[in-house]
């Protein structure tokens, strides 16, 4: 491998999400290796993770307000002028436009799959429109097959959904699992827990169940909050906390704990930096998705020692060992995802059992030590191919 050689990323921003914060935990191993990276975006997001990016010295551009047509020839100037030895790209936008970019320019395209972006449970979310989506497939399946060197998908589930919905072989993607590592994180214990608690104003005998995710359809936030009423019956002082930034569905799920008035149980936490601290507080972690590429926030909570209740969607089934770590439930499911926590929160010796066997689950497969070398070595070598 030549010393001193760029790698151009291009994602649609680095706001707050799984990519973003898998690629900023990627980029500050990338010098190492004799790369230098450049972080192509499409918008400066208003939280998220570009001033941590920059801070750690990697160059960000952040391209001209536009359509993503008119991001393609400022980007394909860039890959001129720089010559890198590859271009990643991440998310759909990202992908149309970096791959369309590099055409004719000798520069290989390795292209991150993070979620099952085309499969059923897609569909039916009522805000998609459909034609748009299926249409939004065929140009993503060409670009995929026909301007695309290789694949980086974070989950077996995301490969095979890719191989089905956008054509491509499977040959040309390769699964590395995301990671997180253990000095962001820190590690759980009861003082971190009370400290927190404290923090937050919750009693510290309080059973706290906690989720992680933007607030879209696809984290199935409705189901938990439907799940409330039943388990406050169960456990008077129940707290649930909803961390993530807000979205399309954050006007339904304020209705929704309004019409059920559980007002007193429910707090929308919002983005947050501080996820590790959060759910080193709680003591069951849930994630009610209805489809998932693989869920950066399931490895975070089985790093900090949670106990799982998780879809029953292939993703997961990667990530949590039913009877081990977690329990899996039919996903858009209240009754069983609140009968599963209801479970956990009344037999703290299963939620110890569980707890300790997250954190041997994510020491043995989803370390960040593990993860990002592998992904640096997948893209040297399309890069290293592609000369």
Request: glycine share 10%; with cysteine.
């Amino acid at each position: 491998m030549s010393e001193g050689r760029t790698f151009v990323f291009v994602i649609n921003s680095l706001g707050a999400g799984g990519a973003e914060r898998s690629l900023a935990d990627i980029l500050p191993h990338l010098p190492e290796r004799g790369v230098h990276p450049l972080v192509v975006c499409f918008k400066a997001p208003e939280v998220g993770f570009e001033r941590e990016v920059r801070d750690a010295g990697t160059e960000v551009v952040v391209l001209p307000s536009g359509g993503l047509l008119r991001h393609i020839r400022p980007l394909r100037r860039i890959i001129r002028r720089r010559r890198p030895a590859l271009v990643y790209t991440a998310l759909f936008d990202a992908h149309f436009v970096g791959r369309l970019a590099a055409v004719g320019t000798g520069v290989p395209v390795l292209s991150n799959l993070t979620n099952v972006a085309y499969d059923p449970a897609r569909f039916a979310d009522p805000r998609v429109n459909t034609r748009k989506l299926r249409m939004l497939r065929t140009i993503d399946g060409w670009t995929a097959r026909h301007l695309t060197a290789h694949f980086h998908a974070v989950s077996g589930a995301v490969k095979d959904s890719a191989v089905t919905h956008l054509g491509i072989a499977g040959d040309d993607v390769t699964v590395v699992y995301r990671g997180r590592g253990r000095e962001r994180l820190g590690a759980p214990g009861p003082e971190r827990r009370r400290a927190v608690r404290e923090k937050l104003g919750i009693p510290q005998q309080a059973p706290v169940v906690v989720t992680v995710g933007r607030q879209e359809y696809q984290k199935g936030h409705r189901h938990l909050l439907a799940a409330v009423p039943a388990l406050r019956e169960q456990f008077p002082d129940l707290v649930v906390l909803i961390v993530g930034r807000e979205g399309h569905c954050t006007g339904d799920l304020c209705a929704i704990v309004a019409e059920l008035q559980i007002e007193e149980h429910v707090r929308f936490l919002g983005h947050r930096t501080d996820v590790a601290d959060l759910l080193s507080a709680a003591d069951v972690f849930a994630f009610p998705s209805v489809y998932e590429g693989l869920g950066g926030a399931n490895l975070e909570a089985m790093a900090m020692g949670l106990p799982m209740v998780v879809s029953d969607i292939p993703a997961l089934r990667e990530v949590v060992a039913e009877g081990e770590n977690g329990l899996l439930v039919p996903p858009g499911d209240p009754d069983a995802l609140g009968g599963a926590i209801a479970g956990l929160l009344a037999d703290p010796e299963l939620r110890t059992r569980y707890g300790t066997r997250s954190i041997e689950i994510y020491e043995e497969s989803f370390q960040a030590t593990e993860s990002i070398p592998r992904t640096v070595d997948l893209m040297v070598r399309v890069a290293d191919a592609g000369r």
